[in-house]
C-alpha cells in the first residue's frame, strides 16, 4: 500500500522520481523521468539493474568510466540511508549526455519492513 502511495506523489512532483522495490528493480518513473530518460514508463515498465545500463550509462565525470561510482539508490536499499551524489547520465538511446544531481532515500515501512527506494534527479544546468 505504501508503495502505491509514494507512486501516486511522484506522479504530482515536478522533478524526475524513480521509485524501486527492495531488489532495485524500477517499478515506476513519472513524466519528467520519461523525459530525462528518453523512454515512457508504458514502453518498459519494471527495469532491472541490468536493463537500466541498457538505457542509460551513469559515471562520476565527464570522462569517467561508466559505473565507477557507488550509486545512491543501492546505498539506500542496502544501508538504509539517504544518499546524495553528482553524477553524468547518458541516455544509450540518443547519446544526449546530462549532469545531475542524485538523491535517494529508503521507504522504512511498519515494523523497519525495508520497502524501497525513491530516487530524485536535477539536471545541473551551466556548469
Do not use: C, K
Not at 539517504?82 to 521507504?107: N, Q, S, Y
Amino acid at each position: 500500500m505504501e508503495t502505491i502511495l509514494v507512486r501516486q506523489l511522484a506522479d504530482y512532483l515536478s522533478v524526475p522520481v524513480i521509485v524501486f522495490d527492495p531488489g532495485q528493480i524500477a517499478i515506476f518513473y513519472n513524466e519528467p523521468a520519461e523525459r530525462l530518460l528518453g523512454v515512457r514508463f508504458a514502453e518498459t515498465g519494471r527495469i532491472t539493474p541490468d536493463q537500466a545500463d541498457e538505457l542509460i550509462e551513469v559515471s562520476a565525470g565527464p570522462t569517467a568510466p561508466p559505473g565507477n561510482a557507488p550509486r545512491p539508490v543501492v546505498i539506500a536499499l542496502e544501508e538504509r540511508r539517504p544518499a546524495h551524489a553528482r553524477r553524468w547520465v547518458r541516455r544509450r538511446g540518443d547519446g544526449v549526455r546530462l549532469e545531475v544531481e542524485i538523491t535517494a532515500f529508503p521507504l522504512i515501512g511498519q515494523g523497519d519492513a525495508l520497502l524501497g527506494a525513491v530516487v530524485m534527479f536535477w539536471e545541473r544546468h551551466g556548469t
